[in-house]
Each structure stands twice: as structure tokens, then as C-alpha cells.
């Protein structure tokens, strides 16, 4: 079934709206009718549409499942936002103060919700967009959809999402393994696990918060295997978010960054070296370029340090029943939970276009489109040291002035 959010609906109510009734997305149109689609009804596609709305423009959200958010409703139960709430707002709509400094995931779950009723955001749910290729006059885009549709479109933003498509590495016996193995994508809380022997790969921002999830919920052990010890920061430090120290570094050269972070790292951090945890070589922000952001401490360290979270070797493989480590260990938890990323999975969306590097990443984002795809944009797949959310909310209104001053040829306008 296709389900979409009205526009309008329930403006007046007090609690948040109920799915309106269902609604099939717009037929082709000629080249003087072609709405801009938004492919992606999360928090950056919802943005763009807004910004666009504003400037007159037609904006269709094409989202794949049946509601708005779908893998902010994913995640597991204990996130909060890392970013600040008046510094995570999407353009037009502030997020509530009773939502708190750090915004649970359900509170920014009901504030997307909100954000499409309020902006009467034309989104059509159901629909998955499965290639976008030029279209057969040379002028926009065709979209191939979910039941053979075939959508023509003045201009596309892509904003699928950093987070994807879960990756698990091709490690060796992994198929033959007979204990519980999960990608953190399925984790939810700590309930399942309790007084259960538990391996997390991964020490990015999900596998530490999840390694202190279980321990705060109950895991006979807790083991966090690390290939590559991160940078961790303090989310906030006598009331001052990390957030705000990257907005003020943001501009400044990667090497001056590198060299304030470990000097404050030394001074706000104890040294975990003996745990497994020893300060990372390379730079903080040098490492941001590379795409690897800062792990923030929502307790993290004083499990490492107190003997709570175990520090391990990188995973190899699996063999007879056992994991394999890098430095020759083997274990045998009773569940592995691999916290080990996701990729962008836009190779057969846009793969064909020339659109992306090596790394499967959009050669461009925000207001610039690639030189052989005018009128392509993307948002959402930089990972930026002032907070992705913020960065969401700029790229929005960036690409709908591009929109708007291109003279994209067809666009549809609003009425008035």
C-alpha cells in the first residue's frame, strides 16, 4: 500500500498526526509540469523539500517505507542525539525545549513527524526508487520506481543516507558460526544479552554506545574488539558540547586542529593505554577528512577504565566455534555484534551516471552538481565535524537557491 502525509493535515491537534489515507505518486508530466523529486524521507530530504517549498518549488518526497524517518525509528533505544537540540533543528521548525539538550531518538522520530505535517510536505510513502537515469528528451531526470512507475523529474536530490545499507566485513568461517551474530542495525537494547558473554566489533559511536548499553544492562562480559583506537571527545565538558569546539575548528588547517585536540585530550582524558585504548597516531581532524568521525563519551571510558568494557584485538575471523583475533586470541562469546558500519548502496541508483569515487560516495553534495549530471544534487553523505544534522539543514537551503537560480527547465511552481 502507498500511504502519504497530507498536506495540512491536523495543524490544530495537540497530538501527532495519524496516517492520512493512501496516495499514489504523480503520473509523468509534460516538461512545463515536473516537480523536483527527493528521494529519501529522512531528515535531509525532508529539509530540502521544505527549503524548496519555500522558494515556490514543487517538491515530491519519494520514501520507501510506509512513514517519514523509517531509520531514525531503527535505531536502538538509548540513542540521543551527539549534537546539541537548537543546533539539530531542520530549517523552519525548531525542536521543542521539552526535548532536552540531548534529544532522545523517539522525541526526533515525533519531530520529523511533525516537521512534514507542519511544512505540508508532499510525500509519498511505498515508493523506492530503484535508478534514476536522464530522461529519454534530454531535459530532467527519469526515475524507475517501485511496480514499473516511471517518474519524470526537473531536478533530483538524492538523500538516502549515510547509514544505508549495513556492511559486514567477508570474514573467513563467519557462515559456519553457530553462536548469535547480529549487525548493529537489529540491536535494541541490552535485554536479550543479559548475563550473556558479549563481543562488539567496532569502536565507532554505535559499538561504544552499545558495549556500555550491555553493560549497564546486565552482560556477564563485555569485550569491545578495536583495530583502530579512535579519538574520543567528552560530548559536553563543564557545560561546553564538543559540538560548539567543532563548529569553532571547523575552518581552521587539519595540523593546528590536530595539535589543540591532543593537547586537550591529555588534560580531559585518562590515559587508557594500559586498557587497550592508547591515544590514536593520527590527528583528530585528519582523521575527520578521512571520513572518521570522533567517538563522543557517554560512558565509554570509565567502563574501559574500570575493567567493564574489555578492550580486544581486531576480528580475523571465525573458526570451530571460536573468534579469531588479530593477535592470535581466540574467544567464544555467546553473541558478536558487529558494529561495523554501513555504505551508501548508491551503485544502482545513480551508479551508472559517473556521479561517484572509488569509495561509492557522491563526487559532490550540497549545492554543486556533477559536471556531466546538472541538476543531480546529493545531501547527506558527509560525515562533518559540526554535526551532521546542522549540516543537513544548510545543504537544504543551499540546494533549493541552486534549484531556484539554475533555471532548471519544466520545474513546477506553486500556485500563488
Sequence with gaps: MTETHQPGAGLRSRSWPTPPPPRSPPRPTDRAERPVYVIGGGPGGLAVAYALRARGIRAVVLERSDRVGDS??????????????????????????????????????????????????EIVTGVEVSRVERAPDGTG???????????????????????????????????????EFLHACAYRNAKPFAGRD??????????????????????????????????????????????????????????????????????????????GLPLPGTGLYSRVKEGAIPVQDVGLIDAV?????????????????????????????????????????????VGGLGVLDDRGRPVVHGARTPDNAPGLYFTGFTTPISGNLRELALDARRIARAVSRSGTGGVSRLPG
Design 198 to 275: 558479549v563481543l562488539v566489533v567496532g569502536v565507532g559511536n554505535t559499538g561504544a554506545e552499545i558495549a556500555v548499553d550491555l553493560v549497564e544492562g546486565g552482560a556477564s562480559r563485555v569485550r569491545l574488539a578495536v583495530r583502530t583506537p579512535p579519538h574520543i571527545v567528552r560530548r559536553s565538558t563543564a557545560g561546553w558540547p564538543a559540538q560548539y569546539s567543532g563548529l569553532l575548528v571547523r575552518r581552521l588547517p587539519a595540523g593546528l586542529v590536530d595539535r589543540l585536540s591532543r593537547a586537550q585530550a591529555r588534560v580531559a582524558l585518562p590515559d587508557l593505554s594500559a586498557q
Design 305 to 349: 577504565r574500570t575493567g567493564a568494557v574489555e578492550i580486544v584485538a581486531a576480528v580475523e575471523g571465525f573458526e570451530d566455534g571460536a573468534v579469531v583475533l588479530a593477535d592470535g586470541e581466540r574467544v567464544r562469546p555467546d553473541a558478536v555484534i558487529a558494529a561495523t558500519g554501513y555504505v551508501r548502496g548508491l551503485e544502482g541508483l
Design 72 to 121: 531514525w525509528r531503527r535505531h536502538y533505544d538509548r540513542l540521543r542525539l551527539h549534537t546539541t537540540r537548537r543546533l539539530s533543528a531542520l530549517p523552519g521548525l525548531p525542536m521543542p525545549r521539552r526535548f532536552g539538550r540531548w534529544v532522545a531518538r523517539d522525541d526526533v522520530v515525533r519531530y520529523l513527524e511533525k516537521y512534514a505535517e507542519h511544512h505540508r510536505l
Design 141 to 179: 531526470w527519469l526515475l524507475h520506481a517501485t511496480g514499473g512507475r516511471e517518474l519524470t523529474g526537473a531536478a533530483v536530490v538524492v538523500a538516502t543516507g549515510f547509514n544505508h545499507t549495513p556492511r559486514i566485513p567477508d570474514w573467513p568461517g563467519r557462515d559456519a558460526y553457530t553462536g
